[in-house]
């Protein structure tokens, strides 16, 4: 069973960070995650915590905890229901936790409560974990419903003699239940002399939005007044309900009996719980706001940072470095809608969406000279050029990509500049480097020596979720992941350097076991040769960095290159209209396009295949894929077969809702002691990455906010000014002491790997 994860909770604490109550957060320490799922309507989240109990969190916001739930479903349902003559019939839209029910239980009046939530998944799930709140779903007197309760309000007119609306937040759907047409069915649905009671917000954080909702509700029930209580795990500490009656002459701050078993409600609670502090009453009564104006960071000298692009990596790096209000980020993509696509998802006034051609030099020097640090996450042909502006504007620049020739260069021209251009902090460069130094300098205290270094890394779907013939989908353009596969290799073997061309590479790919749980083949990755000096080991004979993949993944690869379809070439013939089998048959070379034809053609090329099964599964793959479909039409690209067939892989190898990737990546040292005897150490990042959302922005990959978080540490180091990273020149995390301090921050937000001697 995977090990549960969920990206509002990092290091062992759940961060409840949201843009409705920006610049304040609340954090609560996990023992465990007990439940991960999306439903139809919203994101689950039950945790342990360490001091309030179980914690329920719908779409990143906690709902309830199991030490401080009952101060809110108390107040919510018995101030309306205490201050009415004789409720019988009780309705409760929402609240499939339970907890309002139970409350509503506690009247020995009301002989029927109907509970309405749309989501099913919130009482299954409260079942389990809430039971001191959803048991009441038995009592004879309750009735749940699980539909939408605007319909159900419609259906039910003049039934109930009091109604409770336990809502979310007014975010998405549950914006309708802060609106009047919802509203005049609550007051549609009561008796004569009915009370409504609904969730309010809160004064810190949402008055003018309970100011507008007191005037809407005052248009439709001859009282409303607004009622507060106190709860520790809600934004503020407190939160409040707006509450109304059809009965003109009702005082709902006038307790009338006295309700047994309460925790928190008392008769005075629900008197005091109408007064409001003074600028509470000003904003209410008055429309008047008297609170102190801040101008946002005021006392702040904001540090400016460019960032360019605005893919996956790019979400959790502008969320990490937008956590504190000391940091503006400019987010520049070629397309405006790219970049305001990202900045929506981030606090106000921190961020702001440019339009940029880093093609234009003037526009990019221009727009790095206005900031203290550019991250270039475009492709890495563009970062000598975000360097050279870099350089020229005295802008330190940060990449998470490996130190390329054309990078090098520029050396000796940032330290004239004075700026540091840093590199290779992500995972796959970055974590990685983190943590074989860490090894290396910890053996070499000890007195011992490396003598062979293997380091294999993959980002691939989750096991279950592998289910095409490569094993694997992508995130963003295919076309790298399969030009990186006839990539040319050198390692170090027996002290010698070994070279094997691109076209070669897959047939050297070889099981490469880390866990029983999964079928790796791996395979060596651009140059491993210069890690020797990079990572001090003189002595290593062996030296392999490599790539892991499923199994399936080198052969399928290999034919799509044999017979043609990762070609580069730009050709004439590629045109809308073309179906896919007569694209085939022209990159084949095949006298017609019929199915059996085209296959017949394919054998022929790749010369045989190992067993009549691998056969069988390669043919399959690409009819699959629609190679040899003669109505499914192509969407060309680029003039090129390879970047045609990266069209339409996107369309079926992408991740789809509730889908999640893993990133697996190993370092396996081999070390000599002064003794002669040898040892096999290993240190193991193993992350499952978040369901695939398209609700919910944060849901990141295990690749995403494994390359995206280093890399805003690295970046919030170098705006605090860390020297040992801002050291002038071209540099990446290879020195000690950086590695240390970018290893230990990266711990902090739950990114380690798992040493072992084997």
């Known amino acids: 069973m995977p090990v549960l994860s969920h990206p509002s909770i990092q290091d062992g604490w759940f961060r409840e960070i949201n843009p409705q109550w920006a610049g304040q957060a609340m954090t609560l320490k996990v023992n465990k995650i007990l439940h991960v799922e999306k439903s139809l309507y919203q994101d689950v989240l039950v945790f342990e915590s360490e001091t309030y109990g179980n914690v329920l969190v719908l779409d990143g916001v906690i709902q309830c905890t199991e030490r401080d739930e009952f101060s809110y479903q108390e107040m919510i349902a018995h101030i309306p229901l205490n201050s009415h003559p004789n409720p019988t019939d009780v309705l409760v839209i929402g609240g499939g936790d339970g907890g309002v029910v139970r409350e509503v239980l506690r009247h020995s009046s009301v002989k029927n409560v109907v509970l309405c939530d749309i989501d099913e998944a919130v009482i299954r799930v409260s079942k389990l974990y809430l039971p001191h709140m959803s048991s009441v779903f038995d009592d004879p007197r309750v009735t749940v419903f699980v539909g939408d309760g605007f319909k159900f309000l419609q259906e039910h007119e003049g039934t109930y003699d009091v109604i409770v609306t336990d809502s979310s937040d007014p975010v998405g759907p549950a914006q309708a239940l802060f609106e009047k047409p919802y509203f005049q069915l609550l007051r549609d649905a009561l008796k004569d002399g009915g009370s409504i009671s609904t969730q309010g917000e809160c004064l810190w954080v949402h008055l003018p939005l309970i100011t507008e909702l007191r005037t809407m509700a005052q248009s439709l029930f001859p009282v409303a007044e607004y009622a507060f209580t106190t709860i520790p795990t809600y934004p503020a500490g407190q939160i409040g309900f707006m509450v109304c009656s059809k009965d003109a002459s009702r005082d709902l701050s006038k307790p009338l009996r006295q309700v047994p078993g309460t925790i928190y409600y008392n008769n005075d609670v629900h008197k005091a719980a109408f007064v409001l502090p003074e600028f509470g ?165 000890k007195g011992g020596k490396i003598k062979k270094f293997f380091s294999y890394c993959g980002g691939l779907p989750a096991p279950q979720f592998a289910d095409n013939p490569l094993g694997y989908k992508f995130s963003w353009s295919p076309k790298g992941v399969l030009l990186a596969s006839g990539n040319p290799a050198s390692w170090l073997e027996n002290g010698q350097k070994q070279d094997i061309s691109g076209t070669d590479l897959m047939s050297i790919a070889k099981p490469y076991y880390i866990s029983p749980a999964y079928g790796f083949v791996a395979y060596p990755n651009r140059d491993s040769t210069p890690f020797r000096e990079f990572y001090r080991i003189p002595d290593a004979e062996h030296i392999v960095r490599g790539t892991l993949r499923y199994a399936v993944f080198p052969s399928f690869i290999t034919t799509l290159n044999k017979i043609g379809f990762l070609n580069q070439d730009v050709v004439d013939w590629l045109k809308d209209g073309l179906v896919w089998s007569e694209v085939t048959k022209k990159v084949l070379g095949a006298k017609d396009s019929e199915d059996v034809t085209l296959v017949e053609k394919v054998k022929e ?46 369309d079926i190898m992408g991740f789809s809702e509730g889908e999640r990737d893993i990133l697996m990546l190993q370092h396996k040292f081999v070390v000599e002691w002064q003794d002669g005897k040898t040892q096999t150490l290993t240190s193991t990042l193993e992350h499952y990455g978040a369901p695939t959302s398209l609700r919910d922005p944060t849901a990141y990959s295990a690749m995403a906010l494994l390359v995206g978080i280093p890399c805003g540490i690295a970046a919030r180091m170098i705006l605090n000014g860390e020297p040992l990273l801002t050291r002038p020149g071209v540099h990446g995390p290879y020195d000690p002491a950086v590695a240390a301090i970018l290893r230990e921050a990266c711990e902090n937000e739950g990114i380690g790997m798992v040493e072992k001697v084997l």
């Not at 520049?332 to 998802?345: G, H, P």
């Not at 270039?376 to 990449?399: C, D, E, M, R, W």
């Not at 043919?619 to 479909?629: E, K, P, Q, T």
């Not at 003039?639 to 892989?649: G, I, Q, S």
């Open 281 to 445: 009453k000003s904003m209410l009564n008055s429309k008047k706001n008297i609170l102190p104006v801040l101008k946002k960071g005021a006392n702040l000298q904001a540090k400016k940072v460019l960032l360019l692009g605005s893919g996956y990596v790019a979400r959790p790096c502008a969320d990490f470095l937008t956590r504190t209000a000391d940091v503006h980020v400019t987010i520049a993509c070629r397309t405006l809608k790219a970049a305001q696509a990202l900045a929506d998802s981030l606090p106000d006034g921190q961020v702001t969406p440019i339009s940029l051609d880093v093609n234009d030099t003037p526009a990019l020097e221009k727009a790095v000279a206005e900031n203290d640090l550019v991250i270039s996450l475009i492709p890495y042909t563009f970062h000598a050029a975000v360097a050279k502006a870099g350089i020229k504007g005295k802008t330190n620049v940060l990449t998470t990509s490996y130190i390329s020739p054309a990078l090098r260069e520029l050396d000796d021209q940032a330290k004239a500049a004075g700026i540091c251009i840093f590199n290779e902090i992500g995972v796959d460069p970055g974590v990685d480097h983190l943590y074989a130094i860490k090894t290396i300098e910890e053996v070499k205290a």
């Open 605 to 650: 090329i790749v010369g045989g295949f190992p067993s009549p099964e691998e056969e069988e599964r390669i043919v399959s793959g690409l009819r699959w894929i629609g190679l040899f479909n003669g109505e499914l039409k192509i969407t060309p690209r680029n003039n090129t077969v390879v970047d045609t067939l990266c069209a339409r892989l996107e």
